[in-house]
């Protein structure tokens, strides 16, 4: 049995600065995925995704400066060259990153790690001991709970097929579900959402998702609000989606039927009751300091912790820096998920930082509310954007900013700014004061203070 002084479970955006950063301290480590190396991110998420939807970017800009001075012929995706270009992203990253680790000094171990005590994990016939172990295991897509779940593909399969299907049928409202839908809508499929509540991205302000509705309603995309997936059938080489809600009992012919009902921590066959590490749907259960409430041993970051960040790729990586600074220094960093920025990159985008309005109101604070709908402005007019807009929450008297909602192209990168902003305690006065390079979509930022 090998001896490790920390052992990481997970290569992706926890797992991979836990490492590096205990190894540069000079422990002995050793690393594990039961996925290829790298992580949702890297490998079968955010990057891979972003990729894709360049391509739908720009038939979406061509799409809306047509007819006002640019033409082409024939402009559309192919699906297949596009996969291919993808792949440069992606196909490279296992191997870089296991070479990566072992330059690093890093042991490297490929399977499903299991705890076989409070110590000590099994990968395959393999056990490993440590004293200290970092779980960045990452999440994985949710049980739906219907008859013919099986033809359900998840969103790593979306993200590998060579031709994309005429019809496309996407289950849940999500952040996944609204990003592939762009994607393949702009490709040329004919797409449906399915959401079971009557609100979509649940995360986002309200008001701001009513446009980002209204934008999807206009490029063609079919969304059911209080519509329960009943079944999937096969039939005939397809799929027929059967449903009941507000629109009556529909029977929705499919292609392709895409999971994008949501994750959940990836860790229910670990072994964590045999190493006493307390968890649940939510995930692990850590302190301040990211450390399990019953296993010191034991510490964990990204999307199979319970803690109060948000499942980003940003967030995980913060993770894993705390939990191993805590794992050489002793309990004594916690993480700071102030004005932590989220973004669904639907068409255009949607972003934002800080509270929503409910959440301020609920905390108790005095704020005004700064909205307007912005596609009459000229950052919109110019790019032929007919769906636009923004939230700002300021706090009165201090007149600090809390919360920042946009909806618009570029809102990915602008909201960086009222990120930063939250985080640092800047105030309104202060962005409105700033100097932006202009015409951008950042100089709007003074007309929205």
Same mark, same amino acid.
């Given at each position: 049995?090998?001896e490790y002084?920390?052992?990481?479970i997970?290569?992706?955006?926890?797992?991979?600065?836990?490492? %590096?950063?205990?190894a540069?301290?000079?422990?002995?480590?050793?690393?594990?995925?039961?996925?290829?190396?790298g992580?949702?991110?890297?490998?079968?998420?955010?990057?891979?995704?972003?990729?894709?939807?360049?391509?739908?970017?720009?038939?979406?800009?061509?799409?809306?400066?047509?007819?006002?001075?640019i033409?082409?012929?024939?402009?559309r995706?192919n699906?297949?060259?596009?996969?291919?270009?993808?792949?440069?992203?992606?196909?490279?990253?296992?191997?870089?990153?296991?070479?990566g680790?072992?330059?690093?000094?890093?042991?490297?171990?490929?399977?499903?790690?299991?705890f076989?005590?409070?110590?000590?994990?099994?990968?395959?016939?393999?056990s490993?001991?440590?004293?200290y172990?970092?779980?960045?295991?990452g999440?994985k897509?949710?049980k739906?709970?219907?008859?013919?779940?099986e033809?359900v593909?998840?969103?790593?399969?979306?993200?590998?097929?060579?031709?994309?299907?005429?019809?496309?049928?996407?289950?849940g409202g999500? =952040?996944?579900?609204?990003e592939?839908?762009?994607?393949?809508?702009?490709?040329?499929?004919?797409?449906?959402?399915?959401?079971?509540?009557?609100?979509?991205?649940?995360?986002?302000?309200?008001?701001?998702?009513?446009?980002?509705?209204?934008?999807?309603?206009?490029?063609?995309v079919?969304?059911?609000?209080?519509?329960?997936?009943?079944?999937?059938?096969?039939?005939?080489?397809s799929?027929?989606?059967h449903?009941s809600?507000?629109?009556?009992?529909l029977?929705?012919?499919?292609d392709?039927v895409?999971h994008?009902?949501?994750?959940?921590?990836?860790?229910?066959?670990?072994?964590?009751?045999i190493?006493?590490?307390?968890?649940?749907?939510?995930?692990i259960?850590?302190?301040?300091?990211?450390?399990?409430?019953?296993?010191?041993f034991? =510490?964990?970051?990204?999307?199979?912790?319970?803690?109060k960040g948000y499942?980003?790729t940003?967030?995980?990586?913060?993770?894993?820096?705390?939990?191993? %600074?805590n794992i050489?220094?002793?309990n004594k960093?916690k993480?700071?998920?102030?004005?932590?920025?989220?973004?669904?990159?639907?068409l255009p985008?949607?972003?934002?930082?800080g509270?929503t309005?409910?959440?301020?109101?609920?905390?108790?604070y005095?704020?005004?509310?700064?909205?307007?709908?912005?596609?009459?402005? =000229?950052?919109?007019?110019?790019?032929?954007?007919?769906?636009?807009?923004?939230?700002?929450?300021?706090e009165?008297?201090?007149?600090?900013?809390?919360?920042?909602?946009l909806?618009?192209t570029?809102?990915?990168?602008?909201?960086?700014?009222f990120?930063?902003?939250?985080?640092?305690?800047?105030?309104?006065?202060a962005?409105?004061?700033?100097?932006?390079t202009y015409?951008?979509?950042?100089?709007?930022?003074?007309?929205?203070?």
């Open positions: 049995m090998k002084d920390v052992i990481v997970g290569t992706g955006a926890s797992g991979m600065p836990a490492a %590096y950063r205990c540069g301290a000079g422990m002995k480590v050793a690393i594990t995925d039961s996925h290829p190396f992580g949702t991110c890297a490998v079968r998420g955010c990057d891979p995704k972003k990729v894709l939807i360049s391509f739908s970017e720009l038939v979406d800009y061509y799409d809306r400066l047509s007819g006002k001075g033409s082409a012929d024939n402009l995706i699906w297949n060259a596009m996969m291919k270009f993808k792949k440069t992203f992606t196909d490279p990253v296992p191997e870089n990153r296991d070479k680790f072992k330059e690093a000094g890093i042991d490297t171990y490929h399977g499903r790690a299991r076989i005590s409070k110590d000590t994990i099994e990968i395959g016939v393999v490993l001991k440590a004293k172990f970092m779980l960045g295991a999440s897509p949710m739906i709970g219907i008859p013919g779940e033809y593909r998840i969103s790593d399969d979306f993200l590998e097929i060579d031709e994309l299907p005429q019809k496309v049928v996407f289950l999500g =952040y996944i579900s609204f592939f839908a762009n994607i393949a809508k702009r490709a040329g499929s004919d797409v449906t959402i399915i959401q079971r509540s009557a609100k979509a991205l649940k995360r986002f302000d309200r008001d701001i998702v009513k446009w980002v509705l209204s934008s999807m309603d206009d490029a063609g079919k969304i059911l609000l209080n519509t329960n997936p009943l079944s999937v059938e096969k039939r005939d080489g799929y027929v989606v449903t809600g507000e629109a009556g009992d029977r929705i012919k499919a392709l895409v994008g009902a949501g994750r959940e921590p990836d860790i229910e066959d670990m072994g964590l009751d190493a006493g590490v307390n968890y649940d749907k939510k995930g259960a850590v302190n301040e300091y990211l450390q399990s409430v019953s296993n010191p034991v =510490y964990a970051g990204g999307d199979c912790a319970a803690t499942p980003l940003p967030v995980a990586y913060l993770e894993g820096g705390v939990a191993s %600074y050489i220094n002793g960093k993480p700071d998920y102030a004005g932590m920025p989220n973004v669904v990159f639907t985008p949607m972003a934002f930082a509270l309005e409910e959440q301020a109101l609920s905390a108790g005095k704020f005004r509310v700064n909205t307007e709908e912005t596609s009459g402005w =000229y950052s919109s007019r110019r790019i032929g954007e007919k769906h636009s807009g923004f939230k700002i929450l300021i009165e008297g201090t007149e600090r900013i809390i919360g920042a909602h909806f618009g570029n809102a990915e990168e602008v909201i960086n700014i990120a930063l902003a939250i985080r640092n305690n800047l105030t309104a006065p962005l409105k004061d700033a100097i932006y015409p951008t979509k950042t100089s709007d930022i003074s007309d929205m203070l």
